[in-house]
């Protein structure tokens, strides 16, 4: 475990052994969730933020009209 300090605008350095290891890099997207007591940080496949912002896109621009589970 390490330890790290919350500064004044709320903001944390995850440590770069961490990011290192999870390869988190300045584009990076991160979700942030609870389990009781425990705060939990978990990295986001950045294609499937790509896949879905282009879904979006679709959907807007009339390219899909309905949407089928598979």
Request: net charge positive; proline share 1%.
């Amino acid at each position: 475990m390490e330890l790290i300090k919350v500064n004044s605008k709320g903001q944390i350095v995850i440590p770069r052994k961490i990011r290192v290891e999870f390869e988190i890099t300045e584009d990076s997207i991160l979700v942030l969730g609870k389990s009781g007591d425990h705060i939990i940080i978990k990295k986001i496949d950045s294609d499937l933020i790509n896949q879905i912002e282009r879904s979006l896109e679709d959907i807007k621009h009339g390219r899909i009209k309905e949407w089928k589970a598979v």
